[in-house]
């Protein structure tokens, strides 16, 4: 009889259980569930709250396990695992986004640069990045209208038409511009969505007489339907073109599709000087209003942020 009852304690619960860990982990936090029921004092101290906290704790162990055996969750759990390393476009974590590239950028530039170098993925990061997450330019041009005296003193009209594209999910964008003049700057008008603006934050930097800056809030501007507002803004400088002939633009956002126009007094042209732009000719094209064309970009093609050029007055 004792030989019957331990073959089948061994068969009934022995082996079924060393067999199946989720049965074992439930068996076992059922029992330590049943136990924190009674009144169990050791060295004067009740473990029963222990008890309990145990065995949730193994009963959830094995919930757990049975659900990473299951061929449902090894599907699930491989896709989340493929879309993070092939396609982390899914991921809908920013910072997770944003980590897991700064750590993948480190990996690559640690095999070409010594440690003890500035990290360049920081640099990267803040150059395209974080300053240029919130919009992007398209249909971006600028225009340049230079009026130069005989003496040399000349005022330079400075006009940009653009497309601000906001970025998804970008709630507070603000449209920042710095300009710099030899001498006096002003902005001469401000249209956002054909609206024109009589009041504008325009001021001069602290630590620069010679710059400044414009500043404007544009979530109320943007159109909520294509993400997008159409801003015109006109600056004027006065530099003395003998002593100062050069007028220089870094372009601090990304750009999709990009023109200058130029046009100067009689007696006097422009040259182009590319700085880091890849263009496909820096030959300029006349218009048929007296403007010289380049094209830095055509629709479709992006500028990166840093790029720039030096337009250079000529005397002839």
């Known amino acids: 009889m004792v030989d019957l009852y331990r073959k089948f304690i061994d068969t009934a619960l022995v082996k079924a259980i060393s067999g199946n860990p989720a049965l074992a982990f439930l068996v076992l936090g059922s029992l330590l569930f049943f136990a924190s029921t009674r009144e169990l004092v050791i060295f004067n101290v009740d473990i029963a709250p222990y008890l309990t906290d145990l065995g949730r704790t193994i009963v959830i162990a094995g919930v757990f396990s049975v659900i990473l055996k299951s061929v449902q969750f090894s599907a699930v759990f491989r896709d989340i695992i493929m879309a993070a390393i092939y396609n982390p476009a899914h991921i809908d974590d920013e910072p997770l986004l944003l980590k897991n590239w700064r ?28 300053s240029k997450a919130d919009y992007h330019f398209t249909d971006f041009q600028i225009q340049y209208d230079i009026d130069v005296q005989a003496d040399g003193k000349g005022s330079v009209s400075n006009t940009l038409k653009a497309d601000i594209l906001l970025a998804p999910k970008r709630k507070q964008p603000v ?11 002003k902005l001469l008008w401000l249209r956002i969505n ?8 325009f001021q001069v930097l602290p630590n620069d007489t010679r710059t400044r800056k414009l500043t404007l809030d544009l979530a109320e501007h943007i159109n909520p339907h294509t993400g997008s507002a159409r801003l015109e803004r006109a600056f004027k400088t006065e530099q003395n073109v003998h002593s100062e002939p050069f007028i220089n633009a870094t372009l601090t956002r990304f750009i999709n599709g990009a023109v200058i126009k130029t046009r100067i007094s009689k007696g006097y042209h422009i040259r182009f000087i590319n700085d880091s732009i890849e263009m496909a000719n820096d030959d300029p094209v006349a218009d048929t209003d007296g403007y010289l064309r380049w094209v830095l970009a055509v629709p479709g093609k992006l500028l990166l942020p840093g790029q720039g050029y030096t337009l250079v007055i000529v005397k002839e």
């Open 103 to 130: 750590l993948i950028t480190d990996a690559i530039f640690s095999r070409w640069l010594p440690a003890h170098y500035p990290r360049p993925t920081s640099l990267l990061n803040s150059r395209y990045i974080d």
């Open 194 to 201: 054909d609206k024109t603006f009589e009041t504008y934050d």
């Open 175 to 185: 449209f920042v511009q710095t300009i710099e003049g030899d001498g006096p700057t």
